[in-house]
Each structure stands twice: as C-alpha cells, then as structure tokens.
C-alpha cells in the first residue's frame, strides 16, 4: 500500500475507512450479481484482481511513510466498472495487509477509498469521455494512466489534511502540493507504462473472444 501502517493519525484513519465502507459493500453487492448473471465473469475477475496484486506489489520508495507503485485497478475499471473496482481492490489490500505487511489495516480505509474509489471512478469517467472518439486499447491507457495518477493525487490530499503545513486551509493545499510533488516524479511514468499494459492486456483478451468490446466500460 501507499500509506504505510500505523502513519495517520487515529481520527483520519477512521474517518477514510468510514467513507470507504459504502463503496465497498455497494461493490461487493455488484461483484456477486455480476457472478450469478454470468458464471464466465468469475474467472474474469479472478484475472483482474491478480492483475491488480501483481502490479501494486511492485512497489517504489517514495516520501517517508509512503510508496509508489502502479494500481493495476485501470485495467479492471474498465472492464467492470468502479463498483466492482472497489470490492476487488480492498481483498487485494486486505491480503497484502495481513499476509505480505505492505501497508496496513489502519490505513487500509485511506489505500481503499484512493485506490479503490476515487482514482477508479475518474478514470472510468475519463474512458466513458474518450471512447467515442478513440480505440478500445487507446481508451484503455486513457482510463488506466488517469486512473493511476487521480490514486496519488487523493493520496497526496489525504497526507495534507494528516500533516498540514499550516493551521489554515491553505497549509493543507501546500503540504498536498509538496506530497504531490514528490509522487510526481515516479507515478508520471508508472502512470504511462500502467497504460501501456492495461491497453495491451484489454487488446489480448478481445482477440481471444474473452470480452464482449461493446460492453466494455459500461457497468458502474
């Protein structure tokens, strides 16, 4: 995870994990009806969420209590949505969590609703914007690279409100901006290679008759 165990204070700690909770059961709800409707999707998820393991295990140092490392969960907003983004992406965390010790459970709230949430929905928005206009491989490195880059900006926010650099507003946005900063010079190109990835492993699995590219990015 980005934010390592035990960094935030307590009261920030329980406020994310608070906000994360809704998408999270909305998510799960979308998984299993996604499942029952078509047996074939399992599998699929099954894909997306290894997917998702593989590449944000592969983590970067970064500022003290943090990491940087590509979030996989492009590739699975696009093909499911951010519903079903959110369920998969806390079991991912939840497993590095308590078996791998890459992050942890008090800042599982924060990795889940950055991750898991808002950076997924922007840049499944963002892949419903451009796919009118572009290629289903070109859409994808769209969603994935927006989606990768949205994760640490709200990370960056979650820091700065954790460790304002002032008492007012505007120390929050400075210590925000200096988080974002920092994360600018390695998530840039892991934001571009993620979309790489997610545009040819989406090409791939359209040539093998795995997906349906009409219905890609459509669920929520």
Known sequence: MHIMEGFLPPVWAVVWTVLALPFVAYGARRTLSAVRTDPRTKALVAVCAAFVFVLSALKLPSVAGSSSHPTGTGLIVVL????????????????????????????????????????????????????????????????????????????????????????????????????????????LPIGVLEGLLAAAMVGYLCRLDTLDGSRVGVAS
């Open 80 to 187: 499911f949505g951010p519903a079903v983004t959110a369920f998969v992406s806390v079991v991912v965390l939840l497993y590095q969590a308590l078996l791998l010790a890459h992050g942890g459970v008090t800042t599982l709230g924060a990795n889940v609703l950055s991750m898991g949430v808002v950076g997924p929905f922007v840049g499944w928005t963002a892949y419903r914007l451009v796919r009118p206009r572009l290629s289903l491989e070109r859409s994808t490195f769209v969603a994935a690279a927006v989606t990768d880059w949205t994760t640490y900006l709200v990370t960056s926010f979650q820091l700065g409100l954790a460790f304002p650099a002032g008492a007012d507003p505007g120390g929050v946005l400075a210590s925000a901006l200096d988080f974002a900063a920092v994360f600018t010079v390695t998530q």
